[in-house]
């Protein structure tokens, strides 16, 4: 079992900054695909950014591209998310989330919910206008 914990969050102004950070328990960090996931009100969960185990490859939504950075430090078993230039769209429950099944080499970068095993409990982003 894996919990994971978001932190961060916050309210800010248009063209602010936030980092995210997501902390893992035990170990076996180092083998989780990670990603970063968001729900506005009356929205749908939607994928933001993903990593593989080892860090080297990314994935980001349109929505976010140029603009947020994901990475991960896999010796303090956490992940994080850079959000620069945020806008009002921008606001919405961020979660992190795992996946323990890819294999410590895997390349794999994972941008579907239903890939993921386990979610933290979320932290709210609002950026005012």
């Known amino acids: 079992q894996v919990q994971l914990v978001e932190s961060g969050g916050g309210l800010v102004q248009t063209g602010g900054s936030l980092r995210l950070s997501c902390a893992a328990s035990g170990r076996a960090f180092p083998q989780y695909a990670m990603g970063w996931f968001r729900q506005a009100p009356g929205k749908e969960r939607e994928f933001v950014a993903a990593?593989?185990?080892?860090?080297?490859?990314?994935n980001y939504a349109d929505s976010v591209k140029g603009r947020f950075t994901i990475s991960r430090d896999n010796t303090e078993n956490t992940l994080y998310l850079q959000m620069n230039n945020l806008k009002p769209e921008d606001t919405a429950v961020y979660y992190c989330?795992?996946?323990?099944?890819?294999?410590?080499?895997?390349?794999?970068?994972?941008?579907?919910?239903?890939?993921?095993?386990?979610w933290g409990q979320g932290t709210q982003v609002t950026v005012s206008s």
């Open positions: 990593i593989n185990v080892s860090g080297g490859r990314t």
């Open positions: 989330a795992a996946d323990n099944r890819v294999g410590i080499l895997s390349r794999a970068v994972l941008s579907r919910a239903d890939e993921y095993d386990f």
